[in-house]
């Protein structure tokens, strides 16, 4: 298979945003880093804002949702906006507000599961906390990233010897006992809490009575790596969505100058129902599209001509066909691996892609030079939703439901195509230009 070195690049950059984005909190301040070394400044919701054709700006809310754009230098309401969305939070455990036990010498730090991982690929692998913590300053608190870089957690597995039958009947956690996360030994006279906060205050340089509260992720250690003969994959943990968002991302970096006003809009809480202030079902979004509206001083009137000559791509991964369980698929519907991106539909509307709105991403990758695949669910089977319904519904423009193909969703580590990287990369730039 042959790769071309710009794809291989654009794959290995991927690894790199990833590897930088250990947590929701992480991937925003990633995206911020590359938005700002591209010019990009920071809009502040509780100021008031001004904008001018050619602008790049971005805005944060609740430090895991961004939404980042350039003021297109046409009127707004004869070209409309076009906005690309994806995710910025993946499944996986999140320590409890008080997770420190001592358990019969052992101190174990307590899990929520948060939105629907496969649990058992979280067993044996050199995990560690990333995160952000509220510390006590004067006069308040303060919000601090943090990860760990080394690996300072694990749930080992249990010996198939006391399991016997893990191979026919799978790897199962009773999520309340089974699941906390082993960080080390007690000592004797320390007091577990004090066990789980020593690491965390040394690493932030405070107090550990001054550590308040946490937002932290279990995350695995191992980085990124091409897999396969001609390493035509990429493998890592969260590719669902970073991938979206990096592709996006990379996407609105390489626009310059464009007529229509392009957003990038990458949202936390997704994969627990996108119901919050951060989340895509928040108000976030019609926040900024309602006030670049005002910026460009558009009346009501030419706000609803704007919003109808809108386009919002929701990019989501997509299921690739995994030949070793045909029987899960579709058969008419298999979106192969490096195979290109993927336009999904679901009559239920559990994708927001219409007929029209598929159309419309088919001339997009035809122009782009990509090729594209079409994907729906077996009708026998639950299908899972994403932040598309949610946004065109709360915007009421056409939108399409896409995403690379992958394997092993929600899986600690999964996997993609190179190539579909690349080819997501170079459809969604043509069409922030479209
Ligand atoms: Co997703």
Redesign the pocket.
């Known amino acids: 298979m042959n790769i071309p070195d710009a794809t291989r690049a654009q794959a290995q950059d991927l690894l790199a945003f990833i590897d930088a984005s250990p947590s929701p909190w992480h991937a925003v301040d990633t995206c911020e880093a590359r938005l700002t070394a591209a010019g990009y400044t920071r809009l502040d919701e509780a100021e008031r804002w001004s904008l001018k054709a050619g602008d790049r700006r971005y805005v944060v809310r609740g430090g895991s949702s961004i939404i980042a754009f350039i003021v297109g230098s046409q009127p707004a309401a004869t070209t409309g906006l076009r906005l690309i969305g994806a995710?910025t939070d993946s499944p996986g455990l999140r320590l409890k507000p008080k997770p420190a036990e001592d358990n019969a010498g052992m101190v174990r730090l307590g899990v929520e599961v948060y939105g629907g991982p496969i649990l058992a690929t979280f067993a044996d692998r050199d995990l560690s906390l990333a995160g952000r913590v509220n510390v006590r300053v004067p006069g308040g608190f303060e919000s601090r990233l943090i990860r760990f870089d080394e690996p300072l957690l694990r749930l080992p597995n249990l010996a198939i010897h006391m399991n016997r039958e893990v191979n026919e009947s799978g790897l199962k956690f009773n999520k309340q006992t089974e699941l906390p996360l082993l960080l080390g030994v007690s000592e004797d006279g320390v007091k577990a809490e004090a066990r789980f906060r020593e690491p965390i205050a040394a690493k932030l340089g405070v107090e550990p009575g001054d550590l308040l509260t946490w937002e932290l992720n279990a995350y695995d250690t191992q980085k990124g790596a091409l897999w396969g003969v001609d390493r035509e994959f990429v493998a890592n943990s969260q590719l669902?969505?970073l991938a979206s968002c990096h592709a996006a991302l990379s996407a609105l970096l390489a626009t310059q100058a464009p007529a229509a006003t392009c957003l990038c809009a990458f949202f936390d809480h997704?994969?627990v129902g996108s119901e919050s202030a951060t989340g895509a079902g928040g108000s976030f979004v019609t926040d900024v599209v309602t006030r670049l509206a005002a910026c460009a001083g558009l009346d009501g009137e030419d706000q609803r001509r704007m919003l109808a000559r809108s386009f919002f791509i929701s990019a989501?991964?997509a299921h690739g066909w995994h030949p070793n369980f045909p029987a899960a698929y579709e058969p008419c519907h298999r979106a192969l691996v490096n195979g290109g991106p993927v336009i999904k539909s679901n009559a239920n509307q559990r994708y927001s892609t219409s007929a029209e709105t598929a159309a419309r991403f088919m001339a997009i990758c035809e122009q782009a030079g990509v090729p594209c695949q079409q994907y729906a669910h077996r009708t026998d089977l639950g299908c899972g939703s994403?932040i598309g319904p949610i946004v065109a519904s709360r915007l009421g423009i056409p939108s399409v439901d896409v995403g690379s193909p992958m394997w092993a969703m929600h899986s600690i580590r999964e996997s993609a195509g190179v190539l579909d990287h690349g080819y997501m990369i170079a459809a969604m730039t043509t069409a922030f230009a479209h």
């Open positions: 995710h669902d969505n997704e994969e989501d991964m994403t």
